[in-house]
């Protein structure tokens, strides 16, 4: 069963609230006796963090995975910007 506190109570034993949620406790807090909020323990999604989204490049490779035609077509780019006049391909050192 969760233990009720009262905001005041809970924002002066907020670390010691956090520590025994750590430890699988529930903890509700309440504002002018009504239930406001809830401290429980993290789900396993949760626990691993926030999901960044791919940036860059990043943001597109696995969707190129995929993509049968990926070799030709890089070779159909590679050899079209080295026909290009005044624009010499990367070196890929």
Do not use: N
Request: charged share 30%; net charge positive.
């Amino acid at each position: 069963m969760a233990q009720f506190l009262g905001v005041a109570e809970a924002k002066r034993r907020f670390s010691e609230l956090l520590d025994r949620v750590g430890g699988g406790e529930r903890i509700v807090i309440a504002r002018r006796g009504a239930p406001a909020v809830a401290l429980v323990p993290p789900d396993e999604e949760l626990a691993r963090g926030p999901r960044l989204a791919p940036v860059g490049f990043a943001a597109i490779a696995g969707g190129l995975a995929d993509w049968d035609e990926l070799d030709a077509a890089v070779r159909d780019i590679s050899t079209a910007r080295r026909k290009a006049k005044g624009h010499p391909p990367p070196t890929l050192d």
